[in-house]
């Protein structure tokens, strides 16, 4: 197999390899079979992508007897607890005696996030790849093995980390997607550079144009780079015991809770994550860890991708959406909080005075 540039995930009880390439998908059922998951795959994918890619998934699986498809609602919908019953439903119907099944998770981090939960509860547990379809996906969810599904209460409250067996990343995906899913995942690759890449995170400034115009190297540096990342801190901490992983949640406890208190439906992943963000660099600089200078530079790099540094919330509500994220350990505020671009800190035990004063300045720093 030519031009595949595969990353290995270290774990002590499941390694896996990530494979990167342009036009991989034509190639994954021969990679599959090599990894013997069973007899029988089951595509989770959701109507979107099963729309723009409907030929191309008959062709290289469907029209293959040993491959079913089942598809869920677009969006943060697909990940509630009725469409996780109802697909549990269609795969036992499909799970007859002599079938040994595993699961394709083809889609954004949505499908990812439900597809891969279903496979760590199925019969307690069964195989499951991953085929990210977003630059959000690509560069983040489907690596790491979190799953998980939403109540009305809180986003990913239900989950397990399960990983994959694999995961096949093909950058020609991204060129189905308008620049407002593009942009989702940006906010996730500026993530990256604020926690652990300071070079990176000047790359993405400096080539932020021919990143949105989706020029093929800078892409491929900026899909390479997150996930060599992702990957190397996973691979230290893959059950988040020792705080190593918990710095990937840089933004996103104010971003989830964001989500879970506008009902999912509207404000998307990444638009929440660059809010979040703003929100830490808010508190980071009322906790005193970093200097307004490197406070600024957050604002500054999610503005000239276009992202939104702007919302309307209730700062009661949100705390309250806040108060449910599971990354509040035993009743104490901890948070992932900005020291300099490159560098941040899990910082526990901040005072809940703190954290509503930093909800009601955002506004103004944004």
């Known amino acids: 197999m030519q031009n595949i540039k595969i990353i290995k995930l270290n774990l002590k009880h499941n390694p896996y390899n990530i494979y990167i390439g342009n036009n991989l998908l034509k190639k994954i059922p021969q990679y599959i079979s090599k990894l013997n998951l069973g007899n029988h795959g089951i595509i989770i994918t959701s109507r979107q992508v099963g729309i723009l890619y409907k030929d191309r998934i008959k062709q290289i699986f469907t029209k293959n007897k040993n491959y079913k498809l089942i598809t869920v609602v677009d969006g943060e919908g697909a990940k509630s607890k009725q469409c996780l019953l109802r697909v549990i439903e269609k795969i036992v119907k499909i799970d007859t005696l002599g079938k040994r099944i595993f699961i394709v998770c083809l889609g954004g981090g949505v499908v990812g996030d439900l597809g891969g939960f279903i496979a760590s509860i199925y019969k307690r547990g069964i195989p499951y790849i991953q085929i990210p379809t977003t630059l959000l996906s690509q560069i983040d969810s489907s690596i790491g093995g979190k799953t998980a599904i939403d109540l009305p209460q809180a986003k990913n409250i239900l989950g397990s980390i399960y990983q994959p067996k694999a995961v096949f990343i093909d950058p020609v995906f991204l060129k189905t997607l308008g620049s407002k899913e593009i942009k989702e995942g940006l906010a996730e690759a500026i993530k990256y550079g604020v926690i652990k890449d300071k070079a990176f995170f000047n790359f993405l400034k400096e080539n932020h144009k021919k990143i949105l115009k989706l020029d093929t190297i800078s892409i491929g540096k900026l899909i390479s780079v997150c996930v060599n990342i992702k990957v190397k801190i996973v691979a230290q901490d893959e059950k988040e015991k020792k705080g190593i992983r918990t710095i990937l949640n840089f933004g996103h406890s104010f971003a989830h809770a964001l989500e879970s208190a506008s009902k999912y439906g509207k404000i998307t992943h990444g638009k929440a994550v660059s809010l979040g963000m703003l929100y830490t660099a808010v508190l980071s600089l009322l906790l005193n860890k970093c200097s307004l200078n490197q406070a600024s530079q957050i604002p500054a790099i999610i503005s000239i991708f276009g ?60």
């Open 307 to 366: 992202l939104s540094t702007k919302i309307r919330f209730n700062a009661l509500t949100l705390y309250k959406a806040l108060s449910y994220d599971k990354k509040f350990i035993s009743g104490k505020i901890r948070m992932v909080i900005l020291r300099e671009i490159g560098k941040v800190e899990v910082v526990e035990g901040i005072s809940p005075k703190i954290v509503k004063n930093a909800l009601k300045k955002m506004t103004r720093f944004s």
